[in-house]
């Protein structure tokens, strides 16, 4: 199975930064790769799909990029709703594995 | 608006059964694949099963591979989990989430909870 391993594991950002995510797969995932943000007591939300593409009414502070093995979640300045925790997934084969969370946190 | 509404979840013993059943609504529910994603408390997400639209195609995660049964009922917009031999590393929420590969509806989880 394809292994996803996302840095760091808490990021710590004052409002109006730039917020960096990262995340690696063990092997390639192509462009099979999906970030979601998910705050306490919520169901995960989808933000990014095929690396690099905005999910429905997902603003344009949020974008993904990269391919094969390495991936970047960029929130290009953090609003107050942003703070969260951020995981990736790869969809490229089964089974579907996510990593282990990036967790956003208020400096 | 699309909904999936999870039911079943509670306390089991380890070594027993629960069936979780989602209903779906707001969309054409024999026309979409479906999947289980699990959360255990505190923890990440971790995908489960995946049913294809006419149930011909089912995989699981190698951790639940021969304990669980997933199948739909399209004539209801059901899909179920028959979950048996429970472990206590079973406990979690369980969710329920439309599309093979990223999710972008999910349910609200029901909460599955494995202890003696």
């Known amino acids: 199975e394809i292994v996803m391993t996302q840095s760091p594991a808490t990021l710590s950002v004052s409002p109006g930064e730039r917020a960096t995510l990262s995340c690696r797969a063990s092997?390639?995932?192509?462009?099979?790769l999906a970030w979601y943000q998910q705050k306490p007591g919520q169901a995960p939300r989808l933000l990014i799909y095929?690396?690099?593409t905005r999910a429905t009414d997902i603003p344009a502070r949020f974008s993904g990029s990269g391919s094969g093995t390495e991936f970047t979640l960029t929130i290009s300045s953090l609003q107050s709703e942003d703070f969260a925790v951020y995981y990736c997934?790869?969809?490229?084969?089964?089974?579907?594995?996510f990593g282990q969370g990036t967790k956003v946190e208020i400096k | 608006e699309v909904q999936l509404v999870e039911s079943g979840g509670g306390l089991v013993q380890p070594g027993g059964s629960l069936r979780l059943s989602c209903d779906a609504s707001?969309?054409?529910?024999?026309?979409?694949?479906m999947n289980w994603v699990r959360q255990a408390p505190g923890k990440g997400l971790e995908w489960v099963s995946y049913?294809?639209?006419?149930?011909?195609?089912?995989y699981y995660a190698d951790s639940v591979k021969g304990r669980f049964t997933m199948s739909r009922d399209n004539a209801k917009n059901s899909v179920y989990l028959q979950m048996n031999g429970l472990r206590i590393e079973d406990t979690a929420v369980y969710y329920c989430?439309?599309?093979?590969?990223?999710?972008?509806?999910w349910g609200q989880g029901t909460l599955v909870t494995v202890s003696s």
């Open positions: 092997q390639t995932a192509s462009s099979y």
């Open positions: 095929g690396a690099s």
């Open positions: 989430v439309r599309d093979p590969t990223h999710f972008q509806h």
């Open positions: 997934q790869q969809y490229n084969q089964w089974p579907l594995t």
């Open positions: 707001g969309f054409t529910f024999n026309s979409y694949e």
């Open positions: 049913i294809s639209i006419r149930a011909t195609s089912i």
